[in-house]
């Protein structure tokens, strides 16, 4: 779904990101790396393959945009538990699959706690928020942001009926706000956070198959 938001052309992208074109670059908030190992060094079983699989949509998506820059919008790592060898190898075998693809990181609240990327991932860490040409980038949404912002955090949800219910339709969305857009979390086992917008917001769900907006 294309976008003209405060004069940035922008598109919505059902694998849960955001592509900006005449930037060639892509946005992801909160891939959370390593949550399955920290589960799993609390016994809670959860598959190993986790990491992986983010990491093959964050593929997908970077092949099908032809991206030369990668965003994350904060909460790379989970936690220090997380932080194991086969999360690492699994990381490092996919950054020398996007050898060309320049990587930034804009601190979360997650990082601060897990540490930074291992250093072989090549990636930049930048503080919260970093401007990307006049595009702020941020982790934590602002109340009342003033410039045009990108930012993750909250892992919006929505109801297509407007309200959670036990058949559990709620749907990652991104929050579209006057001056931010909210993206939906890119990591597995992130859970969600029910937004219902004000006015002027706009809610465009992922549906099976294509984005909805509400």
């Not at 976008?3 to 909160?30: K, M």
């Not at 060898?85 to 990082?111: F, K, P």
């Not at 540490?115 to 602002?142: S, T």
């Not at 002027?200 to 769900?205: E, P, Y």
Request: charge should be negative; include cysteine; charged fraction near 25%.
């Amino acid at each position: 779904m294309k976008i003209d938001w405060n004069g940035f052309d922008l598109e919505l992208l059902q694998g849960r990101a955001i592509h900006w074109a005449r930037q060639d670059t892509l946005f992801v908030a909160d891939p959370h790396f390593g949550k399955a190992a920290t589960f799993r060094s609390l016994g809670i079983p959860v598959p190993e393959t986790a990491s992986r699989a983010t990491c093959d949509r964050l593929s997908v998506l970077l092949n099908q945009t032809k991206a030369r820059r990668l965003v994350f919008l904060g909460d790379f790592l989970h936690a220090r538990e997380g932080r194991t060898d086969l999360v690492r190898e699994d990381l490092c075998a996919w950054r020398e699959g996007h050898d060309g693809v320049t990587m930034d990181l804009v601190l979360g609240n997650h990082d601060l706690a897990a540490g930074y990327p291992w250093k072989e991932l090549r990636i930049n860490v930048h503080p919260d928020p970093w401007d990307l040409a006049g595009l702020a980038c941020r982790h934590k949404p602002q109340e009342e942001p003033v410039f045009p912002s990108l930012s993750g955090h909250l892992h919006p949800v929505a109801c297509p009926f407007g309200r959670r219910n036990s058949s559990g339709l709620s749907r990652p969305c991104f929050w579209i706000r006057p001056m931010e857009i909210v993206l939906p979390a890119f990591g597995e086992f992130t859970g969600g956070h029910q937004v219902r917008g004000e006015a002027g917001d706009r809610l465009v769900l992922l549906g099976d198959e294509s984005l909805v907006e509400l």
